[in-house]
Nanobody, 126 residues
């Protein structure tokens, strides 16, 4: 099993920045891709960003490309999501995910991910 713990959420004004972290523990050697999804109240879960084990392959949702950056530190079994130029519509619970499959391109659909964190709230105010 793999455990994922997110941190770094909070309240920020529009235009501001936040950095989310996700620390993995347990059978971390089984992890390949890691990423982030988010879900706002009354909305469906939405893909945000993902990257493969080496960090060389990254994928972003169109809504965050150019504003968010995903990265990872394998020595610390941790990934990060740097969120800049935050908008009101970025308000959501952000969940960290991990995938055990070894596909070259990390997936963007929630069903492809084997492990999920509890989530951290990000609230953007005007």
């Amino acid at each position: 099993q793999v455990q994922l713990v997110e941190s770094g959420g909070g309240l920020v004004q529009a235009g501001g920045s936040l950095r989310l972290s996700c620390a993995a523990s347990g059978r971390t050697f089984e992890i390949y891709a890691m990423g982030w999804f988010r879900q706002a109240p009354g909305m469906e879960r939405e893909f945000v960003a993902t990257l493969n084990w080496s960090g060389e392959v990254t994928r972003y949702a169109d809504s965050v490309r150019g504003r968010f950056t995903i990265s990872r530190n394998n020595a610390k079994n941790t990934i990060y999501l740097q969120m800049n130029s935050l908008k009101l519509e970025d308000t959501a619970v952000y969940s960290c995910v991990a995938d055990q499959s070894t596909v070259v391109v990390p997936p963007t659909t929630p069903d492809e991910y084997d492990f999920w964190g509890q989530g951290t709230q990000v609230t953007v105010s005007s």
